[in-house]
């Protein structure tokens, strides 16, 4: 007998499989092709609420980068940053949540601030990549996070990824790097997106304040940056954003060099 009620059910049914299957087997990838190393069948882009600023509208600064080789720089840059998430809890307060960066160094290790995940209960990154033309950052996947050393005094931390390698987007790292007044760097955040400025000084190790032996620049940070890569023009990593002061426009780093001896790489 025909049962007009069901045909349409099994229709529905049928449409509604058909619709599922093809979100799970879709891939879709940023305006104008896939990124480099990214998989299959994995991107979904997710631009935050409040994508971040092109700088360069009024940055007369020389990079000597064509636009091209600008947005590539930024696209490493931003596909090397991860952002960190992790949960605190005290007794008195009971759980927090917190937000900060950290850069790959190869294809599963990450360093970060070790004030970004002191304390935690559990963590975990999100990788990101530049989508939309260049202008946003889209979320790609969680990832679980293992803390594999720590150094409180220099406030660095080395992590350990769970990712296939092939996820990863490390950056190459500017060893026996000396900052030079007024060099151009770039600094990656999760909060501030990107940026670029100029090295002031490296604090002298004997001025009393916690900022001694790290190297000041002016540049655009925001809390939520800690732990995330300052590099210089070609690309390499030469050191990890410790602290800032926004209203001053200045941001402090600890050169890569010492983060890597200070976890022991």
Known sequence: MYHPKRTLTKLFLSALLLTAAFAVTTCTHPPGGRIPRSPECVYVPDPPENPPEDPFVADQDDDGLNEQQRLDFI????????????????????????????????????????????????????????????????????????????????????????????????LPTARNWTPQHDELLWQFGVRTGWSRGRVVRQVPDNLPVSTHGLVEMRILGQAGDSGGPVLNVRGEIVGLVLRGNTEAGRQFFVPIDTALQAVGR
């Open 75 to 170: 696209r490493r840059g931003v596909a090397a940053t991860i952002q960190i998430r992790s949960r605190r809890y005290s007794a008195k307060n009971g759980y927090s949540f917190h937000s900060g960066s950290g850069v790959f160094i190869d294809d599963s290790h990450v360093l970060t601030a070790e004030h970004v995940v002191r304390d935690t209960v559990d963590r975990y990154a999100i990788l990101r990549r530049l989508v939309s033309g260049g202008l946003n950052i889209g979320y790609l996947r969680t990832e679980r996070i293992t803390i594999v050393a720590t150094n409180a005094e220099h406030d660095v931390a080395l992590l350990r990824v769970h990712s296939p390698p092939e996820m990863a987007y490390p």
